[in-house]
């Protein structure tokens, strides 16, 4: 193994995901919700193939496991914002900033492999920024994606 996938290998192993219980109730909360009509920024069925992806227990993480957990990060970060998991129980602090570094920081790994997964992880990430900051710009940002 060449020293930068055995560095990338250390920083993904260093990323700890939520538990899966808590995730899944979160995908199930924000796909009742009314915003994900407005921002439908999963699927039920494919996030539930990306959390499957992300929660397997291998020696070696593949780069599509990466995505599939900066996918959960980006998730986090994003239903943070909107403030979903309310009332939820979860015991699960959401910083939306902290989420987003996570999964900005998995970012290397996600270009190595194009998938759906890290398709959604960009694509909540820029929404993100985009509500954090206050600085849609549609014309402009929407061609930069």
């Known amino acids: 193994m060449n020293p930068v996938s055995r560095d990338m290998q250390l920083l993904q192993d260093t990323i700890q995901l939520p538990d899966r219980e808590i995730i899944e109730e979160l995908a199930l909360r924000y796909s009742s919700h009314i915003l994900s009509l407005v921002f439908p920024i ?35 970060a994003f239903v943070s914002i909107f403030n979903i998991h309310g009332a939820s129980g979860t015991g699960l602090l959401l910083n939306s900033e902290a989420y987003a570094l996570k999964a900005q920081s998995l970012t290397p790994q996600l270009l190595q492999d194009i998938t759906t997964e890290s398709l959604q992880t960009v694509v909540m990430l820029v929404s993100n920024r985009f509500f954090i900051f206050s600085r849609f710009s549609p014309s402009n940002d929407i061609l930069a994606l």
Not at 46 to 75: D, H, M, R, V
């Open 42 to 76: 999963i699927d039920k069925v494919l996030f539930e193939e990306t959390i499957n992806l992300a929660y397997q227990q291998e020696n070696f993480q593949s780069t599509g496991q990466a995505s599939a957990k900066a996918c959960i990060y980006a998730f986090l």
